[in-house]
């Protein structure tokens, strides 16, 4: 029944492409990665710093307060700290083929505990590592539901996504806990000391987690058995590397860091709230992305999410100065992601293109 | 042997003929899976509180239910050929605005070109989600996340601070949402049409199995000669067309809409389609137990709301009751191809 449907009338009625050029286009991914390699116009990476130098000639030609410290601390550091921290374990969760997309929903669990215990009258030392525990749990939750019970990561997290904001309401409830020590609010709003007013102490922790990531992932067998994986699962499997314990320990550290920017989005907004930052996780996934990391795992690098970050910060920051409809600057944000997917594939789409072309110049002489 | 998977996931071989019967009843079984979680709820919710069968709760269900179903529709289309449409949102904010903004801008226009103002709108939407997804063959995932921020974009641009209120929109459309038969909504009546009409399609034409085929092996199904990239292309389309409706819808149910409609929507939509047993990788599944796992969801909320359960604790079951389903849909989908394989290995022998 099903070759007969298939095969039949369809090539009479419909224009089936001839075999040679459709096997050769086959939407497999090793073959499309390969040709990336091949002929790709242009590295991601290096458009990326173009980009970058162009963001900031835009910035500073169109403001002058663009290149101060008041802007590059409180409208990039401390307005996208929270976010940047976030994109490194994405990264790594990314590159090994998975995703998760409960990161959010556990900074904004992790603020409602915040404020919750806070309320009951912990010590704040015992609250950040209680706390901190929590966003491991969380993220291992996730790691269990995805490598030993084998569902697919992009549903799951779904579910967690909705489980863990779900948590945060129950926990808090309406309630809007803002009474917390000087001592730790400052710490989300006062610039690190010795940065020159620069630097917020959320960008020092991200500088400081890109640094360990960036070796990790680059100089560790740890790091190269995460790209492996997204790049081939069962050869990764064959070659000895753990999969499931690896996946589970990133969606782990996903975990802790979504808990690390809780706490430091709590303290910086001096507010607990039950959807403190829900809303996060698509820019976190578009900055990962827009850094040329492949959806499919396997390539990318944390030098080229860094640029992308800068690029995104940067424009943002750039376009809110000068008066560019504050609430349409997403529109930059897809357009970015569209060109981080296209540009790497200009040749391929040209080389299809002319194929095209030649196709109907044929069929039309012929 | 080989071809089994297949027929697993929906593909149908002549050979497996037997083992597709099998298949269809465990089918069968999956959706009344769902009929019978959704009858326990009403039936504990109920003993507890018979205050949740009164015509007016019900009401409210499907009220709340059949926006969801609608876009778990397009979404279902999509997600069966391994792609997702995550701008659905956003598509649904900029018809909705758009096609209400029609009522105060030209007087007395009649309905129906509203709808087909926001049909157009959403097919638009459609068309560039599709064409950069066939025609660049670049992830779904990234297409649709990009124009989610585009579209929206776009909505916050048009609109502005401005907003419509219910005041500017003529009575017969608020009507639309509002005037039922006894409990049930005359729209969700046209609305579990469109989706039978849905599944029909999907059941019963060659391009809505080859939707399956594309889904199951994408590959595969280039040499079977299916034109996958016209077929996603398609797909998408139609989930952009069915969120423009449900764009023009939104606006008659609440009333006032501001370029906020619909936000962050995009990932209950796929929930649901998840909910209602939708393989999310494609290949299997059907837009009825989509459509089911929709009023599943706006179900329990409303049992919630009525046992006087803080609603603080929706969002907790929701996610919750959406991991149990990825499970146990999982765990029948593994134990079904076990039993095929042992099915085939006694008739082989």
């Avoid at chain 1, 376009?319 to 970015?336: K, P, Q």
């Avoid at chain 2, 608020?174 to 409990?183: D, F, M, R």
């Avoid at chain 2, 389309?237 to 606006?251: E, K, N, P, R, Y």
């Avoid at chain 2, 809409?257 to 990932?267: C, N, Q």
Wanted: include cysteine; charged fraction near 10%; charge should be positive.
């Amino acid at each position: 029944m099903r070759p007969e449907t298939a095969l039949g009338p369809s090539e009479v009625e419909a224009p089936a492409p001839p075999p040679g050029p459709a096997t050769a286009s086959l939407p497999s991914r090793e073959t499309t990665s390969a040709r990336d390699r091949a002929r790709g116009l242009v590295r991601w990476e290096s458009a990326l710093v173009i980009l970058l130098v162009a963001t900031v000639l835009i910035g500073a030609l169109t403001s002058r307060q663009f290149l101060t410290s008041t802007n590059i601390f409180s409208n990039v550091c401390l307005l996208y700290g929270e976010l940047a921290i976030m994109t490194l374990p994405m990264t790594l969760v990314i590159l090994a083929g998975e995703i998760d997309l409960s990161i959010a929903s556990i900074l904004a669990l992790s603020s409602s505990l915040v404020g919750y215990l806070w309320e009951n009258h912990w010590p704040m030392p015992l609250i950040m590592v209680c706390v901190l525990g929590v966003g491991l749990v969380c993220g291992a939750f996730n790691g269990i539901l995805v490598t030993r019970f084998g569902l697919p990561s992009l549903a799951v997290t779904i579910g967690t996504k909705t489980l863990y904001a779900g948590i945060a309401e129950i926990v808090l409830g309406p309630a809007i806990i803002t009474n917390f020590p000087s001592g730790y609010t400052t710490i989300g709003v006062n610039p690190f000391p010795g940065t020159h007013q620069l630097l917020s102490y959320s960008a020092v922790f991200f500088i400081v987690l890109a640094v360990i990531f960036g070796i990790v992932l680059h100089a560790t067998s740890f790091g190269r058995s995460v790209v492996a994986i997204g790049w081939n699962k069962e050869a990764a499997q064959f070659a000895g590397i753990r999969v499931k314990r690896v996946k589970t320990l990133l969606y782990m550290v996903s975990g802790l860091m979504g808990s690390l920017a809780g706490i430091l989005y709590t303290f910086r907004l001096s507010t607990a709230e039950s959807d403190n930052g829900v809303d996060l996780v698509l820019p976190v996934i578009a900055v990962v992305l827009l850094g040329g990391v492949s959806i499919f795992g396997g390539k990318g690098t944390l030098v080229g999410v860094i640029l992308g970050l800068l690029v995104y910060c940067g424009l943002q920051s750039a376009l809110l100065l000068t008066n560019f409809n504050a609430n349409a600057l997403e529109i930059v944000t897809g357009g970015l992601l569209l060109l981080s997917v296209l540009i790497p594939n200009a040749g391929e789409l040209t080389a299809r293109a002319r194929r095209f072309m030649n196709r109907y110049r044929v069929s039309g002489t012929s | 042997m080989s071809a089994l998977p297949d027929a697993v996931e929906g593909a149908g071989t002549e050979a497996g003929s037997g083992s597709r019967r099998l298949a269809d009843v465990i089918f069968r079984v999956r959706e009344f899976g769902i009929i019978a979680v959704l009858l326990v709820f009403v039936a504990i919710t109920s003993a507890i509180q018979p205050r949740f069968i009164d015509v007016q709760n019900i009401k409210f269900v499907f009220f709340n239910a059949v926006l969801f179903a609608l876009l778990a529709l397009g979404e279902t289309m999509v997600v069966l050929t391994r792609n997702i449409d995550l701008s659905v949102s956003s598509v649904l904010g900029l018809s909705a605005y758009l096609s209400a903004h029609l009522f105060s801008q030209v007087h007395g226009v009649p309905i129906v070109v509203v709808f087909l103002a926001g049909l157009v709108i959403g097919l638009a939407c459609g068309v560039v989600n599709g064409a950069i997804t066939a025609v660049a063959r670049v992830p779904s995932l990234v297409v649709t996340l990009a124009t989610l921020y585009i579209f929206r974009a776009l909505d916050v641009i048009i609109v502005g601070g401005g907003m419509v209120v219910a005041s500017t929109l003529p009575n017969s459309f608020l009507a639309i949402t509002t005037s039922s038969v006894g409990a049930v909504p005359y729209l969700a009546i046209v609305i579990a049409a469109v989706v039978l009409a849905g599944a029909f399609y999907l059941r019963s034409f060659r391009s809505g199995r080859e939707l399956y085929a594309i889904g199951s092996n994408p590959a595969a199904a280039t040499l079977a000669g299916i034109p996958t990239g016209k077929r996603i292309f398609s797909a998408f389309v139609i989930s952009g067309g069915i969120a423009g409706i449900a764009g023009v819808l939104w606006a008659a149910t609440y009333g006032t809409i501001d370029s906020t409609a619909g936000y962050g929507y995009e990932l209950t939509v796929v929930a649901a389609v998840v909910v209602g047993g939708v393989n999310i990788f494609g290949g299997s599944g059907t837009v009825t137990g989509a459509a089911l796992g929709a009023l599943l969801l706006a179900t329990i909320n409303q049992a919630l709301y009525v046992l006087g359960i803080s609603s603080f604790w929706d969002l907790a079951i929701d996610g919750f009751l959406i991991v149990v389903a990825i499970s146990l849909d999982h765990w029948i989908s593994v134990r079904l191809t076990s039993a095929l394989r042992k099915r085939s290995l006694q008739h082989a022998t």
